[in-house]
């Protein structure tokens, strides 16, 4: 899918991040990025409400320090399907995209009214990413894929991109040269679209206490 996006002036530091933590952010009509549900019962009852109201039908946690499963299950029609993930920096294995992606790809496919949350704790790094890798087996160009996550979510991170890009590549047949050309472009980007990461961490982090 190639689209042409006008350039955006995003902010390094954007404006209010712990606004963006929970909220329902739709990359795609069927896709839609957040953080993960308050440890309160009473918000994460409102939070559950609120995401069925819009039409929610999966959520898919990729944190691997915490699982839902029982709550959302005695609470909620949502299927709730868990792929964790450690957010610690490190390259992301091949497996994981091909697990998580092919989880969406299968849901989207299977029932044409199914609607997809996607969350790790914060939405900035892990749920970001494997979005992305979605997106492009779906068909988005690369750039644009990180244009559409970066625009309805200005905290995404997207730090796992470049593994992204590699499981694509590697999936699709690509040789090393075309790999490393997509890597550069990617890197590229953002490097063009700085995003002050410690800072939009720590200002969510600073509200939650």
């Known amino acids: 899918m190639n689209t042409t996006y006008p350039t955006v002036n995003r902010p390094v530091r954007p404006e209010n991040p712990r606004n963006y933590w929970r909220a329902l952010c739709w990359v795609t009509p069927r896709i839609a990025l957040c953080g993960d549900l308050p440890t309160d ?6 939070q559950l409400a609120h995401w069925e109201a ?22 909620s029609a949502i299927t709730y399907i868990w792929h964790g993930v450690d957010d610690d920096g490190g390259r992301r294995d091949d497996t994981w ?8 790809t299968a849901i989207l496919t299977r029932d044409p009214e199914a609607r997809i ?6 939405g900035v790094n892990r749920a970001p990413s494997i979005v992305y890798a979605a997106l492009l087996a779906l068909g988005w160009d690369d750039l644009d894929a990180l244009r559409r996550i970066r625009d309805e979510r200005p905290i995404a991170g997207i730090i796992y991109a470049t ?3 590699r499981w694509h590549g590697r999936r699709n047949g690509h040789d090393a040269a075309e790999i490393a050309r997509r890597l550069g472009e ?13 800072w939009v961490i720590r200002n969510i982090h600073r509200r939650m206490a």
């Open 97 to 104: 995209f091909d697990a998580v992606v092919g989880e969406i």
């Open 186 to 198: 990617v890197r590229a980007w953002f490097e063009r679209n700085r995003l002050d990461l410690g």
């Open 163 to 165: 593994d992204a890009v």
């Open 41 to 46: 019962r009473t918000e994460a009852l409102a």
């Open 54 to 75: 819009n039409g929610i039908t999966h959520e898919i946690d990729v944190r691997v320090e915490a699982n839902d499963a029982a709550f959302v299950e005695a609470n």
């Open 117 to 122: 949350v996607v969350h790790c704790h914060l």
